[in-house]
């Protein structure tokens, strides 16, 4: 596991099951319970705090990376590992984090 990879997690409802962007930084997935991440969906706002993402991803259809959503989860709750983002668009992300968190 390392920041920026794409997976599927089993969250509690009413989320369920759904792709998620892993942010915590790498050093924390070997000693670490819970992780940091981002939800990805198919309510696309336009806004500066999500990042769209799709196919090029390894995602079935367009969708966004929502940032204004940055929750904890259990790292159990990953099941499927689906890609590693680009760098640009993990740069992508880092702006849509320091928006999000007014930093």
Request: aromatic share 4%; with cysteine; proline share 7%.
């Amino acid at each position: 596991m390392r920041r920026g990879e794409i997976w599927w997690a089993d969250l509690p409802k009413p989320s369920g099951r759904r792709p998620v962007v892993l942010l915590s930084r790498n050093e924390a997935y070997a000693i670490r319970e819970l992780i940091t991440i981002a939800p990805l969906t198919t309510r696309i706002r336009n806004v500066p705090a999500e990042v769209q993402l799709g196919k090029t991803e390894g995602l079935p259809r367009v969708c966004v990376a929502n940032l204004d959503l940055i929750t904890t989860i259990p790292k159990k709750c990953l099941t499927d590992r689906v890609s590693l983002l680009s760098e640009l668009k993990i740069a992508e992300m880092n702006r849509a984090i320091r928006f999000a968190l007014g930093l």
